[in-house]
């Protein structure tokens, strides 16, 4: 597996893992099955795992450190943290708010350390930007657990530029993780460049669209009755009959290069930078396999330029969140 750089601190597989769905949002998946993945993701070189508090909640963080337990010395895992969780409710429903307070910035590395099952979290980023909170005390706060030996590196995620900027004035970013694919490309407005300049690392999160861009997903019924997906504008009938019309040139380019069209778009993500890792999530080991070879895909300009022309975000309907959820990213 070819590796990338995320800052100074951290070297990483190309391709990482997302590993929300086994725990959330997306129906979940059997334990056994799961680890039978995250090991098999081993065996073929990925070393980058992501994970947060929220997914479960906490579930998620618990299952990574126990499949991980054994090749730790292998492996970067990468947490998050920023929300205000009750852990009465289930789900999403336990989710009250943000919360970046210093104090509970160190609160949550406590506990996710111990979930994890490790000495020290490799990435650890803060999940949404805190309004109420400046982010200089916020990253602050995070430094002081690099200081301390319990973190390797800071990360941020949905941050804006001006936000990254003035958190790596306090202390270096390794790596920015925001939602970044064909169809969704805030992040080439300004932070791709802000990260290139200040030698931090992107990591595009959903950089399959959540599945959209595999050509799989044609029908909303098609999702599982607790897939969160079908609560989001893309995936509401009629936009996802206009969305999935779009991946006609995607599947055509794909079929000449006789790869998949999940393939093809996630090395389209990679081309754009040699700063950039994706974390596709994946749930079944041929997908995780198929994901990971995406690594090795050359495309010419050309390709890349007709990939990104036909899934220009000008012809994609709908939001990529919802209301309530956009009004958490830092914009």
Request: glycine content about 10%; some cysteine.
């Amino acid at each position: 597996m070819k590796t990338r750089k995320l800052g100074n601190e951290l070297t990483v597989s190309a391709v990482g893992l997302g590993c929300m769905g086994m725990s959330y949002a997306y129906g979940g998946q059997e334990e056994k099955d799961a680890i039978r993945t995250l090991h098999r993701a081993v065996e073929i070189g990925v070393t980058f795992f992501d994970t947060a508090e929220v997914y479960g909640p906490f579930e998620n963080e618990k299952l990574v450190g126990k499949a991980l337990k054994d090749v730790r010395d292998r492996v970067v895992i990468a947490t998050k943290f920023g929300f205000m969780i009750d852990p009465a409710q289930p789900g999403g429903a336990a989710i009250r708010g943000l919360d970046s307070r210093p104090e509970h910035v160190k609160e949550v590395a406590e506990a996710s350390l111990k979930r994890l099952g490790v000495d020290v979290i490799d990435l650890f980023y803060q999940h949404r930007v805190d309004p109420n909170v400046p982010i200089e005390e916020t990253v602050g706060a995070m430094a002081e657990l690099v200081r301390e030996g319990k973190v390797r590196a800071l990360g941020l995620s949905e941050a804006s530029a001006a936000t990254i900027r003035r958190a790596h004035a306090v202390h270096p970013i390794a790596a920015v993780q925001s939602e970044y694919s064909l169809q969704s490309r805030e992040p080439e407005e300004e932070v791709l460049d802000t990260c290139r300049e200040l030698g931090i690392g992107f990591v595009p999160y959903s950089p399959l669209g959540r599945g959209l861009l595999t050509g799989t997903i044609r029908k909303a019924d098609e999702l599982g009755p607790d897939d969160w997906r079908k609560t989001l504008p893309r995936f509401q009938a009629d936009n996802l009959a206009a969305n999935v019309a779009l991946l006609d040139t995607l599947t055509e380019i794909a079929g000449e290069k006789n790869i998949t069209t999940a393939q093809l778009a996630l090395a389209w993500v990679l081309h754009q930078g040699d700063f950039i890792v994706p974390i596709p999530g994946a749930r079944k080991i041929r997908h995780l396999e198929d994901n990971v070879a995406a690594a090795d895909i050359v495309l010419d300009g050309g390709e890349i330029d007709r990939i990104g022309e036909a899934l220009s975000p000008s012809r994609v309907v709908g939001e990529r969140y919802t209301e309530a959820m956009l009004a958490l990213v830092d914009r």
